[in-house]
């Protein structure tokens, strides 16, 4: 007999939008807004280098310099490393101007993953309550729940940039549940496609977790989810 369910935490990049191919479109802009000669190698490189990035800071590698005054400031200066990295050491100030082109750039190109509204809008009827958990910039973040049509489904989103932690770490569930009022974890599902933020976030907080393994890849961590599909629509086996 299945789990019963009522609140179900969805991730949103390569979720329910293609993050990939929305992250290469804002660097190509990047690229061509610097005059800089375009090729595949610079796009894909970016990507590795990003992908990478925020596995290093999820796992605490990368270090705040010092205490930020508010949370925009952390992920400001976050956000701008990756840039003062792919572009050589430029200064933290053009890194910062970069960044901020780069996100308006994120929300002109969104594309939904396969059956995203479907399932969001067979769930919603069903009476489930849905939630955005995500570390994605909150700007983006509504631009991308807006051009898929999916606000109206949404109860509550949910930033990093709002919890001022990454997923998986413990602060960042915390805070959520506390802007939810509710420490209920048994009636909780977390759904995304990262193994080392979103079903670790799950087992490290108590709550159950699916993977969503759209690429279908060998789980070669000790990341173990509840359920695991390889597409969305999937979910109508589980709930």
Request: contains cysteine; neutral net charge; glycine residues 2%.
């Amino acid at each position: 007999m299945l789990k019963i369910y009522k609140k179900l935490l969805f991730d949103l990049d390569n979720t329910l939008v293609d993050d990939d191919e929305n992250r290469r479109y804002a660097i190509k802009q990047i690229l061509i807004e610097r005059k800089e000669n375009v090729t595949d190698e610079k796009i894909e490189n970016f990507i590795n280098l990003d992908n990478q990035f925020w596995k290093d800071r999820a796992e605490g590698k990368i270090k705040d310099p010092h205490n930020f005054k508010t949370n925009e400031e952390k992920t400001e200066w976050v956000r701008a490393q990756r840039f003062i990295k792919y572009f050589n050491n430029i200064s933290f100030e053009e890194g910062k101007e970069i960044n901020k082109k780069y996100i308006n750039f994120l929300s002109k190109n969104i594309v939904p993953i396969k059956n995203s509204q479907e399932i969001l809008k067979y769930l919603y009827e069903k009476q489930y309550e849905l939630y955005i958990t995500t570390n994605s910039p909150t700007k983006v973040v509504n631009d991308k729940l807006n051009k898929i049509n999916a606000q109206k489904y949404i109860k509550e989103v949910f930033t990093a940039e709002e919890a001022g932690h990454m997923k998986p770490h413990h602060e960042f569930f915390e805070k959520f549940f506390n802007k939810i009022n509710t420490c209920d974890k048994d009636n909780m599902l977390i759904i995304g496609d990262e193994l080392e933020k979103d079903v670790l976030g799950g087992i490290q907080n108590g709550i159950d977790s699916c993977w969503f393994n759209m690429k279908k890849t060998e789980n070669n961590t000790n990341f173990k989810p509840t359920y695991e599909i390889n597409s969305l629509i999937e979910l109508k086996n589980i709930l």
